[in-house]
């Protein structure tokens, strides 16, 4: 004879969730079921394999198609100059006094005329250099890239983090993180 498990179900809902805070109570319903019953081998929250939350699903509109926030944007024709070479391009990008640095603190470069001096000795020396962003994140006014340089005159293909600051249309600060 087949064995009978019973379920139980416990359904929360955004009003429940957000009860005595503002909130719109406009978000789905968490179902969690508290039948399975954890193996010898579950981990600390008592979930093993078989019962683990699965990973968040992709988001219903493609990533492509969301719209690019204007921090997100000026970024982007940042890389797109520097890719092009194109240093009077790359520099608008800048407010006049920005900072370029390795995290935490060590500046690489402060001003536009300090920039210029760098980045025109990099494209001369380097003719292949190019950037590929490989993420990215915007949160308000900092947009934060994984970004891939190849064409290095070494060779070296270096990866890095950069933290944009962008304030009024323009690149204040740059932090690399190796």
């Known amino acids: 004879m087949k064995k009978i498990r019973p379920v139980v ?3 929360l809902s955004a009003a429940a969730c957000t009860a005595g805070k503002t909130g719109t109570g406009d978000l789905p319903p968490i179902v ?8 010898p081998t579950a981990g600390p929250l008592g979930l093993s ?18 719209p690019e926030s204007a921090e997100a944007q000026v970024v982007a024709a940042q890389i797109d100059a520097f890719n092009r070479h194109d ?15 390795d995290q935490p603190d060590r500046v690489r470069q402060s001003g536009i005329a300090e920039i210029r001096q760098a980045y025109a ?19 308000g006014r900092l947009v934060i890239q994984q970004e891939v340089l190849t064409g290095a005159a070494d060779g070296q293909t270096r990866t890095s983090v950069a933290t944009y600051e962008v304030v009024g249309g323009k690149i204040t600060r740059v932090g690399f993180t190796k």
């Not at 240093?87 to 640095?101: K, R």
């Open 9 to 11: 179900l416990l359904v």
């Open 49 to 66: 394999a078989a019962v683990a939350p699965t990973a968040t699903p992709a988001p219903a509109v493609p990533t492509a198609a969301m």
């Open 87 to 101: 240093l009077e391009a790359f520099l608008a990008s800048y407010a006049a006094d920005a900072v370029l640095y």
């Open 32 to 39: 969690i079921d508290l039948s399975a019953r954890p193996s």
């Open 121 to 139: 000795a990099a494209f001369a020396a380097n003719p292949g250099l190019h950037v590929t962003v490989s993420s990215r994140i915007v949160q």
